[in-house]
Every structure is written in structure tokens, then in C-alpha cells.
């Protein structure tokens, strides 16, 4: 999908350190089922964004966190991908929206973004989904209200981390969907303008 100027550019960042996450195969499922037409690159460096400290900022970004800025500016729309730790998201995606959510930069604000998450738990990773959807209002940012929340997650993907569940890989696809007309219908109406 694309408008008359461009396709769409969706950043994908899923918030799990861990290279066998779900969190990372549910992403790499997203970019898998995005429309055609529809440009995903994920932003892989949470691990290199430093804790955030007022101090570090004041001195000037550090190579990570400008990356990640630059990768944000450089999309239409975001999707977070999120586990659920202790009833909220990790701390390395907490992090990332603290560093891209800081004045007088605040390259979150007036974005558009997604979420969704898996958890081994019933849950379907709930606290994580909401907490970064809080955090991401709370920055200014325009969510979604639709998301995806896989529970039990390792009945939904294979040995190899690939996402099986036909019923879920609907749901993924709808939801890339949905940002994909959202940011498509805000780049059009900024056109028209």
C-alpha cells in the first residue's frame, strides 16, 4: 500500500532482549504478513540504549538512542511488540519510549503506533500491552485501541519460532492492517492540506 508520495513505513521494535523470544518471532510474523506495498524495518539496538539519565542526555545523545530517533522519524507508524513482566512491559522497551519520549525532541509525540505482545501465561500479556499503551499516550502518542494478545504463546508458534496459529496470524495481519490504513489516511489527509 502506498499514498502518492511514498509506501508506507512502519518501525517495528519488539521489546525482548532475547534472541528466541516470542516477542521477536511475533515482529518477524508482522513484517511477514504486512500488506504489499508496505515497507517494515525493526529497530534491533534496545540492547545498546543506555539507561536513561538526564545527565548522559545532557551532554548529547548517545549513538543508540539517536539511532533509534532517527529510525521513529523515519517511519509513518509505529508497532511495539511487548512482553509481560511482573504485570508490565521490560524495562529495555520502557526505556526506548523514555529516551524517544524526552522534550524538547519528542519524537513520539503526534505518532502513530500499534501494540501487541505474547506471554507463556493465560494472560496474553495484558500488563505489558497496557503499560506501554499508557506510556505511549502519556508521550503524545496516537494508539490504537486494537491490539493482539497471544497467551500461552508456545501453542501458537513452532520449534522454529514461526507463528501457526491461523486464527492469531489473522488477528497480526489485521492489526499491521488497521496501522497501515491509519497512517496511510493521515499521510493523504497531510497532502491534501
Same mark, same amino acid.
Given at each position: 500500500m502506498t499514498t502518492a508520495s511514498h509506501p508506507i513505513r512502519l518501525l517495528g521494535i519488539a521489546g525482548s532482549l532475547?534472541?528466541?523470544?516470542?516477542?521477536?518471532a511475533l515482529l518477524r510474523a508482522a513484517v511477514e504478513l504486512a500488506p504489499?506495498?508496505?515497507?517494515?524495518?525493526?529497530?534491533?539496538e534496545l540492547g545498546a540504549l543506555p539507561l536513561y539519565d538526564g545527565d548522559v542526555e545532557a551532554t548529547g545523545d548517545p549513538v543508540a538512542v539517536s539511532s533509534l530517533r532517527a529510525a521513529i522519524d523515519?517511519?509513518?507508524?509505529? %508497532?511495539?511488540?511487548?512482553?509481560?513482566?511482573?504485570?508490565?512491559?521490560?524495562?529495555?522497551?520502557k526505556n526506548a519510549i523514555d529516551w524517544?519520549?524526552?522534550?524538547?525532541?519528542?519524537? %513520539?509525540?503526534?505518532?502513530?503506533?500499534?501494540?501487541m505482545g505474547a506471554s507463556v501465561t493465560p494472560g496474553?500479556?495484558?500488563g505489558g500491552i497496557e503499560s506501554v499503551k499508557r506510556s505511549l499516550r502519556r508521550a503524545g502518542t496516537?494508539? %490504537?485501541?486494537?491490539?493482539?494478545?497471544?497467551?500461552?504463546?508456545p501453542d501458537a508458534f513452532d520449534a522454529e519460532l514461526r507463528l501457526t496459529d491461523p486464527l492469531i496470524r489473522a488477528?497480526?495481519?489485521?492489526?499491521?492492517?488497521? %496501522?497501515?490504513?491509519r497512517a496511510s489516511a493521515g499521510l493523504e489527509q497531510a497532502i491534501a492540506a
Open positions: 532475547r534472541a528466541a523470544s516470542f516477542n521477536r504489499s506495498g508496505v515497507e517494515i524495518t525493526t529497530f534491533d523515519a517511519s509513518d507508524a509505529v %508497532l511495539f511488540v511487548t512482553p509481560e513482566y511482573n504485570d508490565g512491559t521490560s524495562a529495555a522497551l524517544a519520549s524526552r522534550p524538547p525532541r519528542r519524537t %513520539l509525540a503526534g505518532r502513530l503506533a500499534a501494540v496474553g500479556a495484558r496516537e494508539v %490504537l485501541d486494537e491490539q493482539v494478545g497471544i497467551a500461552s504463546a488477528e497480526v495481519a489485521g492489526l499491521v492492517a488497521s %496501522l497501515v490504513a
